[in-house]
């Protein structure tokens, strides 16, 4: 795997790559909150061969810049993807994304539907469902911002650790996932980055793509951990029926964090959307 940095409209945004440079139908795949690049580290291993895959961290996570006043709108982190897109001379592709990373390809789809090839929504974002448990975070954050920052990053990070924890089903792994997905915030990237993802939430303007979905033409699969409890199922049947012709595949056991849950599973409901 490569790892760099590419600049985005002044600040870097990083990303790695895996598999066949110029072979195949790239993938391109987008974290949501907290995560970061990590958590797609296992589908990687269990993709298909032959495909150039692309796993970035969006701004404000992970190894990418601090946010420093850019919005991190779904529409400005679509921006930025498209433009990571032109920056490494990927035409289309098929992009795959988790929670509001999901809100993020969506938007793109639609905007740019050359771009896109296929789309894999993997317990996405959509219409007017947020994560529950980042929801409250925000609105507690939104009232009372300069308490957030006079907590510290250790400790608020350690508010969202808990609140999302029961989105993993293995309590010792999420525990793992988390502190990498966190850590960042309580060093090099600090509480006013997380406050700033966190007050960014829930995003109005994602109900508006959820009313346009219905003219997407390209093969979609929607996969759905069966025991999410952020984002309901209901919300992954809500998608499948609103774009014409996606596929839905729930995973038992797994909940919203399903790409850490069963990285396998994931992976072979993309292998079986990109022969669609």
């Known amino acids: ?37 990590h958590m797609w580290h ?27 006043g850019s919005a991190l709108t779904v529409a400005a982190h679509a921006e930025r993807l498209r433009g990571l897109l032109d920056e490494l001379r990927i035409e289309n592709a098929c992009l795959v994304g988790h929670g509001m990373g999901g809100a993020v390809v969506q938007a793109v789809a639609l905007n740019w539907p050359e771009r896109v090839t296929r789309l894999g929504l993997v317990n996405s974002v959509a219409f007017d469902a947020w994560p529950r448990g980042g929801a409250w975070l925000a609105r507690q954050l939104s009232a009372f911002a300069k308490l957030g920052r006079a907590l510290g990053a250790p400790l608020l ?9 029961p989105g993993f089903a293995d309590a010792e792994s999420g525990r793992h996932a988390l502190d990498r997905y966190l850590r960042p915030f309580t060093s090099r990237l600090g509480v006013d980055a997380l406050v700033a993802q966190l007050r960014a939430m829930p995003d109005p303007g994602v109900a508006a793509l ?27 049947m809500r998608l499948r029926d609103a774009i014409p012709g996606a596929s839905l595949e729930i995973i038992p056991h797994a909940r919203h964090f399903s790409p850490e849950d069963t990285p396998e599973r994931v992976a072979a409901a993309l292998a079986l959307l990109l022969r669609r």
């Not at 760099?4 to 990083?14: C, I, K, N, Q, S």
């Open 210 to 236: 959820g009313a346009r979905l219905g003219s997407l033409t390209q093969p979609t699969a929607v996969v759905w951990g069966a025991l999410d409890p952020f984002l309901p199922v209901h919300v992954g």
């Open 1 to 37: 795997m490569r790892g760099e940095f590419v600049d985005l409209a002044g600040r870097r945004v990083y990303y790695y790559a895996a598999g066949s440079r110029g072979a195949g139908e790239p993938v391109v795949f987008v974290h949501g909150f907290p995560a970061s690049s």
């Open 157 to 165: 990070a350690g508010l969202v650790h808990g609140s999302l924890l």
């Open 42 to 68: 296992g589908v990687i291993g269990e993709m298909p061969e032959g495909h150039r895959l692309v796993v970035l961290d969006q701004l404000g996570f992970g190894r990418s810049d601090r946010p420093d």
